[in-house]
């Protein structure tokens, strides 16, 4: 969940079985709108995504990216993560006008695990070619002292 303003925004990632799952949870979101006025956004993945085994074991990880901000920044990182079944546990975004200039500086940080099986070189690798598309500056780091 995340706070934006006064309004919060939660993402969910929901799976059933059923022939008509689909319905019944487009039906339920319905519901929400209606009876708590929240504002749902429903959609079906596209394909099973990466296989994400309960209590993978994995590597605690902190992705910091900063510079101008633009659109795409978290969707490209993201989704270098999500290609490599990273999961993400924490991600915080700020804007802040540069004191001189006033360019908005936009800074990102992502805690995350890191399955053990993924090639960190390999994820690093792809990382910083998005941060170089992005001409953003981006680290990868171990978070020590964390289970």
Not at 26 to 40: D, I, Q
Not at 75 to 88: E, F, K, P, T
Not at 94 to 108: D, K, L, N, W
Not at 118 to 138: G, H, K
Request: glycine residues 10%.
């Amino acid at each position: 969940m995340t706070i934006l303003g006064s309004e919060f925004a939660v993402l969910l990632l929901l799976s059933g079985e059923g022939e008509d799952v689909e319905r019944r949870l487009g039906s339920g979101c319905k519901r929400l709108e209606w009876e708590k006025r929240l504002t749902v956004f429903f959609r079906p993945l596209e394909g099973d995504g990466p296989p994400r085994p309960a209590g993978t074991p994995g590597t605690p990880m902190e992705c910091a990216v900063t510079g101008v901000d633009k659109a795409g920044i978290v969707a490209r990182v993201a989704r270098v993560l999500a290609d490599h079944g990273v999961n993400i546990t924490a991600l915080s975004t700020q804007s802040r006008p540069e004191p001189e200039s006033g360019t908005p500086i936009y800074t990102m940080r992502i805690q995350m695990i890191v399955p053990r099986i993924v090639d960190r070189q390999a994820l690093r690798v792809q990382l910083e070619r998005v941060a170089a598309e992005l001409r953003v500056d981006l680290t990868l780091a171990d978070r020590h002292g964390v289970d």
